[in-house]
């Protein structure tokens, strides 16, 4: 089965700090994601990337940057959060092909507040 | 552009009943439709998937869900609802080289015992 961890379930930080959410995947996808969450807005998606060190806008990446450096390591950085950042923040992966780059495997998801 | 309405926010059903939850999706050419489940705090689970073919598909823990190209319908269905099916349920449309996976707002299903 395919595996995607998210490195915290819950995240406290102050408005301001730099916060870095880590997505692993064990299933050697190309392709990665990062969504948020929020009551009656669904998900809307931030970044995605193709290949290592390749990257996508979404559809609201202002006030997000993402790394990835390595293929099953896809990274999410908030560089001054903001108490509006405050929300679930999910990872998916997908193997590349068509359809295939569509059938998304998510993490567990990390809660973040922003106080 | 690509979009999903799910039109029920919230639906309850008792235990034991038929199930059917609505999607209708907006895409301009052969879409991949998805069906995500997602309990309380936790990610989204794939329930199943429409790719091509049989336009009746079968998922995991008994759901089904049926592509109708002539209403851009993909509902979800259940003959017999357990109370661990309560959860929010997530209809998704993408297609071709677009990468996008556009999601619907999600249907929250309640179970009465």
């Known amino acids: 089965d395919v595996k995607v961890t998210q490195s915290s379930r819950y995240l406290v930080k102050r408005t301001g700090e730099k916060v870095f959410l880590e997505c692993v995947q064990d299933?050697?996808?190309?392709?990665m994601f990062w969504y948020r969450q929020d009551p009656g807005l669904g998900l809307r998606l931030i970044y995605f990337?193709?290949?290592?060190?390749?990257?996508e806008k979404g559809d609201i990446p202002e006030g997000y940057s993402v790394s990835r450096e390595k293929k099953e390591r896809f990274s999410l950085i908030l560089e001054s959060a903001s108490t509006n950042q405050t929300s679930m923040y999910l990872c998916?992966?997908?193997?590349?092909?068509?359809?295939?780059?569509?059938?998304?495997?998510f993490g567990p998801g990390t809660r973040l507040t922003v106080l | 552009a690509q979009s999903v309405t799910q039109p029920d926010i919230h639906i309850t059903v008792s235990e034991g009943a038929s199930l059917e939850l609505r999607c209708n999706y907006s895409?301009?050419?052969?879409?991949?439709l998805f069906w995500y489940v997602q309990s309380p705090g936790q990610g989204l689970q794939l329930l199943l998937k429409?790719?091509?073919?049989?336009?009746l598909v079968q998922g995991i823990k008994g759901f089904e869900a049926e592509f109708k190209r002539s209403q851009s319908s993909f509902n979800l269905r259940k003959p017999s609802v357990h109370w661990s099916d309560a959860a929010e349920y997530f209809c998704?449309?993408?297609?071709?080289?677009?990468?996008?996976?556009?999601f619907g707002k999600g249907t929250l299903l309640t179970v009465n015992p």
């Open positions: 998916a992966s997908s193997s590349p092909g068509s359809g295939r780059r569509n059938e998304q495997f």
């Open positions: 299933m050697d996808h190309e392709n």
């Open positions: 990337s193709y290949d290592v060190k390749m990257k």
């Open positions: 895409y301009g050419a052969t879409p991949y």
């Open positions: 429409y790719f091509s073919g049989d336009t």
């Open positions: 998704a449309v993408g297609g071709g080289s677009n990468y996008k996976l556009t």
